[in-house]
Nanobody, 116 residues
Framework: QVQLVESGGGLVQPGGSLRLSCAAS????????MSWYRQAPGKERELVAS???????NYADSVKGRFAISRDNVKNEVFLQMNSLETEDTAVYYC??????????WGQGTQVTVSS
């Protein structure tokens, strides 16, 4: 059974930091592109960051220099370190696993609220 379980969300003040984790099971994690998406109220879901099997990364322009994605192919986890958080970063953050020719998988999401 495939599972993606996010954790680490919460309430943080502007300028603060959070580290999101996504624990994966039930599929060949190391072969999948792993991504973080987010969806703010009233907005479409958007790609935040992704990391390929070899470790190369890409980021949305809005988070470049502030967020960092990483993965642990031994523990089957992907992380999103979020620094210098802004109120505009408030959203539900989702973990996604994707691989060409295979089904994609989504986690249930974790809420991040940036507010003073």
């Amino acid at each position: 059974q495939v599972q993606l379980v996010e954790s680490g969300g919460g309430l943080v003040q502007p300028g603060g930091s959070l580290r999101l984790s996504c624990a994966a099971s039930g599929f060949a994690f190391s072969l999948y592109l792993m991504s973080w998406y987010r969806q703010a109220p009233g907005k479409e879901r958007e790609l935040v960051a992704s990391i390929r099997t070899g470790g190369s990364t890409n980021y949305a322009d809005s988070v470049k220099g502030r967020f960092a994605i990483s993965r642990d192919n031994v523990k089957n986890e992907v992380f999103l370190q979020m620094n210098s958080l802004e109120t505009e970063d408030t959203a539900v953050y989702y973990c996604k696993a994707g691989r060409f020719g295979y089904s994609e998988y989504w986690g249930q999401g974790t809420q991040v609220t940036v507010s003073s």
